[in-house]
């Protein structure tokens, strides 16, 4: 069955310092990830999708992931973070039951430090 | 731009009482999702729907009913509100239920929920 990992409930980090939030997965079949973002107060939003090919993603607002089978991983980072960061971070995983569905992580909340 | 919308963001009801969420989406999407997310749980899905009057259990179906009698709307019933209900509700849209390659899931803002 598939399951996803979310290492560190909570992450902090300086504005401007590198964000590094950790996905793990586990799936019989090559997966499609996912990793969402929730600003407070707000629903998901799709940051960005590993489907097939190129294993490292572009998303929005300068997040990239990047899919390494060989360690079932597909965290997720930023350069330099911006106060504007700060939310939860969710990491998915796309599972087939009937119709495809989406396994969820436990989140990450992420917090910019000034 | 899809839209989402869930009838109330926050909602305070009594234990016993049946509660209804609503969902609606905009853009003819086949697919439609209720989650429940709760702190160090991530989301966890509850119904799913991929065709009208067509629904399906998730992973924590009990306690909880749904209703999609039109393609936009998918409703979220809970018969009889208990306090381990309390939670953040959010509703999902997608356009198929069959190519998750270049499909996505759209989400509502969220219902919280307390049922005191």
């Known amino acids: 069955a598939q399951s996803v990992t979310q290492l560190g409930s909570h992450v902090s980090v300086s504005e401007g310092a590198l964000v590094l939030l950790r996905c793990n997965y586990s799936?019989?079949?090559?997966?499609?990830l996912f990793w969402y973002v929730q600003y407070p107060n707000q629903g998901l939003q799709l940051l960005l999708k590993?489907?097939?090919?190129?294993?490292l993603v572009k998303g929005i607002n300068g997040f990239e992931a990047e899919f390494k089978k060989s360690e079932t991983s597909f965290h997720l980072t930023k350069p330099s973070a911006h106060m504007s960061d700060a939310a939860e971070y969710f990491c998915?995983?796309?599972?087939?039951?009937?119709?495809?569905?989406?396994?969820f992580g436990q989140g990450t909340r992420l917090t910019i430090n000034p | 731009d899809v839209k989402v919308t869930q009838s109330s963001r926050y909602l305070v009801k009594r234990t016993g009482e049946k509660v209804f969420l609503e969902c609606v989406q905009d853009?003819?999407?086949?697919?439609m999702f209720w989650y429940r997310q709760d702190p160090g749980l991530g989301l966890r899905l509850i119904y799913f729907?991929?065709?009208?009057?067509?629904?399906e259990k998730g992973d924590i179906p009990e306690g909880y009913s749904v209703s999609r009698e039109k393609k936009e709307r998918f409703s979220l019933i809970l018969e009889s509100a208990s306090t381990n209900q309390t939670s953040m509700y959010l509703c999902?849209?997608?356009?198929?239920?069959?190519?998750?390659?270049?499909?996505?899931?759209?989400f509502g803002p969220g219902t919280r929920l307390t049922v005191l």
């Open positions: 729907s991929y065709d009208v009057k067509m629904k």
């Open positions: 590993y489907t097939t090919g190129a294993t």
């Open positions: 999902a849209s997608s356009l198929s239920a069959w190519d998750m390659k270049t499909d996505t899931q759209y």
């Open positions: 853009m003819d999407h086949e697919n």
């Open positions: 799936s019989s079949v090559p997966p499609y």
């Open positions: 998915a995983v796309s599972i087939i039951q009937g119709a495809q569905k989406l396994v």
